[in-house]
């Protein structure tokens, strides 16, 4: 059952629902499920998980220049903790259920009809700041791509090995057959 596990129905959490996540990131979960559909509330949740990120708002006690003594103005290698060092507070899997009830959230003002241009900012800020890489979108993908992308190598080195000639075309193929899907996902959005 183990091997098989990525083809299992189900999200695909990064975490596990009895995870310890600060009060702070579940009260602002909370905030965005009850806010669904509000423009005014989802906004103001919105700007509640912007200071917990800009400022450490509620997350590893408090932060300031003379609690973590900042070195003001050392910016090497762009070290992002003088920019938002609540995020670098926050642990991945709170990372993760925030960026769910972020998409959630987004999700029911679409729904309702009730989404701004200024929440659609507000979320993309956010969402940028707390999924970089674009996890949520490649979720679903990356649980099947060891399997698929084995079956893309299988083929394409049966070509190599049978038909030399398309070797180049279908390596090709192979390349586009892999990463297509996630420039798609990606470009699709949440």
Same mark, same amino acid.
């Given at each position: 059952?183990?091997?098989? *596990?990525?083809?299992?129905?189900?999200?695909? =959490?990064?975490?596990?629902?009895?995870?310890?996540? *600060?009060?702070?990131?579940?009260?602002?979960?909370? $905030?965005?499920?009850?806010?669904? #559909?509000?423009?005014?509330? *989802? %906004?103001?949740?919105?700007?509640? @998980?912007?200071? @917990?990120?800009?400022?450490?708002? #509620?997350?590893?006690?408090?932060?300031? $220049? =003379?609690?973590?003594?900042?070195?003001?103005?050392?910016?090497?290698?762009?070290?992002?903790?003088?920019?938002?060092?609540?995020?670098?507070?926050?642990?991945?899997?709170?990372?993760?259920? +925030?960026?769910?009830?972020?998409?959630?959230?987004?999700?029911?003002? +679409?729904?309702?009809?009730?989404?701004?241009?200024? =929440?659609?900012?507000?979320?993309?800020?956010?969402?940028?700041?707390?999924?970089?890489?674009?996890?949520?979108?490649?979720?679903? $993908?990356?649980?099947?791509?060891?399997?698929? #992308?084995?079956?893309? $190598?299988?083929?394409? %080195?049966?070509?190599?090995? =049978?038909?030399?000639?398309? %070797?180049?075309?279908?390596?090709?193929?192979?390349? @586009?057959?892999?990463?297509?899907?996630?420039?798609? +996902?990606?470009?699709?959005?949440?």
């Amino acid at each position: 059952a183990v091997a098989f *596990s990525p083809l299992l129905d189900g999200p695909a =959490n990064a975490y596990d629902p009895s995870d310890y996540a *600060s009060e702070t990131v579940t009260a602002a979960v909370t $905030y965005l499920k009850e806010a669904e #559909g509000d423009v005014s509330k *989802s %906004f103001q949740a919105f700007e509640e @998980i912007a200071a @917990i990120i800009a400022e450490g708002k #509620g997350i590893g006690g408090s932060v300031n $220049y =003379n609690g973590v003594q900042l070195e003001r103005g050392y910016i090497a290698d762009e070290d992002t903790t003088i920019y938002n060092p609540g995020l670098t507070l926050l642990t991945e899997s709170e990372k993760d259920r +925030l960026v769910e009830a972020l998409v959630k959230n987004r999700k029911a003002g +679409l729904v309702k009809k009730t989404w701004s241009n200024e =929440n659609q900012l507000g979320f993309t800020e956010l969402k940028s700041k707390l999924d970089p890489l674009f996890m949520w979108e490649l979720r679903g $993908y990356l649980k099947i791509l060891p399997f698929y #992308g084995a079956a893309v $190598y299988l083929a394409t %080195f049966f070509v190599q090995q =049978n038909l030399r000639q398309v %070797f180049p075309v279908a390596y090709i193929v192979g390349a @586009i057959a892999v990463f297509a899907p996630i420039v798609g +996902l990606i470009a699709a959005g949440p």
